[in-house]
Nanobody, 114 residues
Framework: QVRLVESGGGLVQPGGSLTLSCAASGFTFSVYGMSWYRQAPEKERELVATIANLSGRTNYADSVKDRFTISRDNAKNTVYLQMNKLKPEDTAVYYC???????WGQGTQVTVSS
């Protein structure tokens, strides 16, 4: 069965960095684009970043452009989100999903606070 398992969240001070990982299993990872979303309390879930399956082309929300980097390792069936210069407004539960958004992980909490 399809599984997506996020990890790497935690508490970090403003200006700090975190790297999230999403381990995928149960499907052919390399043929799917992958995305990171986030949801802050009382807000809609929003798209953070996307990476294509073969080309590795990436797209980012304006709010994270030049601070976050999405990448993938098809040999490890894993997608990453490197987050730098974190701000309090980045606080949210971060989720990964595949093209079609038919499966989601359980999410990992990121809290940016001093």
């Amino acid at each position: 069965q399809v599984r997506l398992v996020e990890s790497g969240g935690g508490l970090v001070q403003p200006g700090g960095s975190l790297t999230l990982s999403c381990a995928a299993s149960g499907f052919t990872f390399s043929v799917y684009g992958m995305s990171w979303y986030r949801q802050a309390p009382e807000k809609e879930r929003e798209l953070v970043a996307t990476i294509a399956n073969l080309s590795g082309r990436t797209n980012y929300a304006d709010s994270v452009k030049d601070r976050f980097t999405i990448s993938r390792d098809n040999a490890k069936n894993t997608v990453y989100l490197q987050m730098n210069k974190l701000k309090p407004e980045d606080t949210a539960v971060y989720y990964c999903t595949r093209t079609g958004r038919d499966y989601w992980g359980q999410g990992t909490q990121v809290t940016v606070s001093s």
